[in-house]
Antibody, heavy 119, light 106 residues
């Protein structure tokens, strides 16, 4: 059974780097048929796509976040990760990891983790 | 920039048909997906590639996409369908979500 679980600090100071990991079970992040994504949701707001990584190591990022963003795969640990630098309060959100198989559809989502940016 | 516009809210009586729209210029030329999000939960895919249902999604959920508008239709709406619904598509290698529609069943 496929499971995605986000993990990382729940509190990050302004100007520092937000780092999250998504642990995957039930499927290999190295699968060439799949892609893995980060999506966030600010409190009471809508969904915002952050970026997508493919097993071929190609990545696609939200243009508004691209300059601060790194997304990578770790096939040895069956995980993928997110790093967002120079954070501000506007980056406070629930961060979801998700998986898809075709046409930029997100078939399955993790439960999400709240990250608050505050001093 | 590419934006998907949804009505903030839709209300429907139990057993009736709910329709939630998602609009953008020439949206019909792209695939649209729909996600249901109940309070405190992560989004759940209910429609993909305009009108396909993932396994386990009830037949009362259907979708269409033509011209400038995609529509999620819930026939025989149940109280358990009360949730936020988000449309999603992509343009120029960028994934876009609609702002979401709160469906109230009362």
């Amino acid at each position: 059974q496929l499971q995605l679980q986000e993990s990382g600090p729940g509190l990050v100071k302004p100007s520092e780097t937000l780092s999250l990991t998504c642990s995957v079970s039930g499927r290999s992040v190295g699968s060439t048929s799949d892609y893995w994504a980060w999506i966030r949701q600010s409190p009471g707001k809508g969904l915002e796509w952050i970026g997508t990584v493919y097993s071929r190591a190609s990545t696609y990022f939200n243009p508004s976040l691209k300059s601060r963003l790194t997304v990578s795969l770790d096939t040895s640990k069956n995980q993928f990760s997110l790093s967002l630098n120079s954070v501000t309060a506007a980056d406070t959100a629930v961060y979801f990891c998700a998986m898809g198989t075709a046409n930029n559809v997100f078939d399955f989502w993790g439960q999400g983790t709240l990250v608050t940016v505050a001093s | 920039s590419y934006e998907l516009t949804q009505p903030p809210s839709v209300s429907v009586s139990p057993g009736q048909t709910a329709r939630i729209t998602c609009s953008e210029y020439k949206l019909g030329s792209k695939y649209v997906s729909w996600y249901q999000q109940r309070p405190g939960q992560s989004p759940l895919l209910v429609i993909f590639e305009d009108n396909k249902r993932p396994p386990g999604i009830p037949e009362r959920f259907s979708g269409s996409n033509s011209g400038n508008t995609a529509t999620l239709t819930i026939s025989g709406t149940q109280t358990m369908d009360e949730a936020d619904y988000f449309c999603q598509s992509w343009d120029s290698d960028t994934v876009i979500f609609g702002g979401g529609t709160k469906l109230t069943v009362l």
